[in-house]
Structure formats: structure tokens, C-alpha cells
């Protein structure tokens, strides 16, 4: 199968850590990966993590990765304004193509 | 370092026009490329990939074409557009052949009315 699936929206306080959750399919996916979207822009690659990895840590950014489950997540601790944004999770499908979940909208309120 | 750009970023046409959109990479050579389109509150759908000069697979039967003339030039076309090719086009270029990451140009919105 090729659907990754994430939930729409997400509501977070300032300062509040944000934890945003994708499942995916295909249990061969060799990378997995999280992107973030700005209004009106193209998508940004915030950062990836390999299929044999449980965790990933980056600044504020936490990958999680259950691949027994074919869950991951993406932790941002001290979320701030900033990163109001659509994420994106994808997983590798072959050499060739990525498959994107539809986005989760993360709104940061003060 | 490597750029990719879209153009153009914005674009309203009636229906039944043609459309081009064209995508450029510098930086690198014989990149894989990609056409994918994005709909209100949907996911990113692929439309076509190029893993090299005049070579294209589609993925999804639809209204639009594309093509590959030069090794860092990708172009999305269609003859008659429909009011269901509205949307939000974005090309991307493969990064590393291992880790496979994608990245984005900053999109081209399209309008049919």
C-alpha cells in the first residue's frame, strides 16, 4: 500500500511542545521523512530519518519511529510562532518516488 | 550549491486554455524531477517524474503532459484545462540518490475559471 496518513490540525499553546503523528504502509520504506509548508510557499525538508533508527533528535525537532506499529512522529519542543505551518510526513517507496501524507495544519496560539 | 525555480508563480486561466509551466534546477546534473500537485486540504499528489532527458512516467491518467527537453529544465503543459486542474504545483529535484529526499521549488498557483 502507499498511504501515509496524518491527522488535519493541531492546536498549541506558545512554549508548549507539539507532537504531530503519522502512520504509513509500505514497511519497506527505507527513509522517512518530515517536511514543513508556509503559506504560499513550496515545501521545506525539515528532516529524515533511516528505517533501521528509533529516534532522531535535531535542536527542538524529535523523530520518533515505531516501525513495528509504521508509526512516526515529529516532537518540536518550544513551539513558537514560527512554526505555524502545514507538516508534512512521507515515506520512501522505491528509488524513485516519495508518498505524502495531507498535511497536518499546526496553529500556535499565545 | 543547488536552486530550483518555478515559473510562473501565479496563474489564472479559463477553461479550455493551454497551460506551461516550467521548472528549472542548477547546480547539479542529471537530477530526477518531479511534478506533483497539491488540492485544498489534500496531500501532495505526484503527477510525473523524469529520471533523465525525454524520459517520463506518469502516474496518475489526467488533463496534463510534461516534459523534459534539457537535462535541468521540466515543463507541465496541458492543451485544454479543466476547472478540476486547479491547484498548487510544485516541482522538486532528488537530493542524495541514498537518503532520496526531495526538494521543493516555491510553487506555482493555478486558477481555471
Known amino acids: 500500500g502507499e498511504d501515509v496518513e496524518q491527522s488535519l490540525f493541531l492546536s498549541v499553546r506558545e512554549g508548549d511542545s507539539s507532537v504531530i503523528n503519522c502512520t504509513y504502509t509500505?514497511?519497506?520504506?527505507?527513509?522517512l521523512y518530515w517536511y514543513k509548508q508556509e503559506p504560499g510557499a513550496g515545501l521545506q525538508l525539515l528532516t529524515y530519518?533511516?528505517?533501521?533508527?528509533d529516534m532522531k533528535q535535531d535542536q527542538r525537532l524529535t523523530v520518533l519511529l515505531n516501525k513495528k506499529d509504521k508509526h512516526l512522529s515529529l516532537r518540536i519542543a518550544d513551539t513558537q510562532t514560527g512554526d505555524s505551518a502545514i507538516y508534512f510526513c512521507?515515506?520512501?517507496?522505491?528509488?524513485?518516488?516519495?508518498?505524502f501524507g495531507a498535511g497536518t495544519t499546526v496553529t500556535v496560539r499565545a | 550549491s543547488q536552486t530550483i525555480h518555478q515559473w510562473p508563480a501565479t496563474l489564472v486561466q479559463p477553461v479550455g486554455s493551454p497551460l506551461s509551466l516550467e521548472c528549472t534546477v542548477e547546480?547539479?546534473?542529471?537530477?530526477?524531477l518531479y511534478w506533483y500537485r497539491q488540492a485544498a486540504g489534500r496531500g501532495l499528489q505526484l503527477l510525473f517524474y523524469?529520471?533523465?532527458?525525454?524520459?517520463i512516467s506518469s502516474e496518475v491518467p489526467q488533463n496534463l503532459s510534461a516534459s523534459r527537453p534539457q537535462d535541468r529544465q521540466f515543463i507541465l503543459s496541458s492543451k485544454k484545462l479543466l476547472l478540476s486542474d486547479s491547484g498548487f504545483y510544485l516541482c522538486?529535484?532528488?537530493?542524495?540518490?541514498?537518503?532520496?529526499?526531495?526538494?521543493f521549488g516555491e510553487g506555482s498557483r493555478l486558477t481555471v475559471l
Open positions: 522538486a529535484w532528488r537530493g542524495h540518490p541514498n537518503t532520496g529526499e526531495l526538494f
Open positions: 509500505d514497511s519497506s520504506s527505507t527513509y
Open positions: 530519518i533511516f528505517s533501521n533508527m
Open positions: 512521507a515515506e520512501s517507496l522505491n528509488d524513485y518516488k516519495l508518498s
Open positions: 547546480g547539479t546534473s542529471n537530477p530526477n
Open positions: 523524469s529520471v533523465g532527458i525525454g524520459q
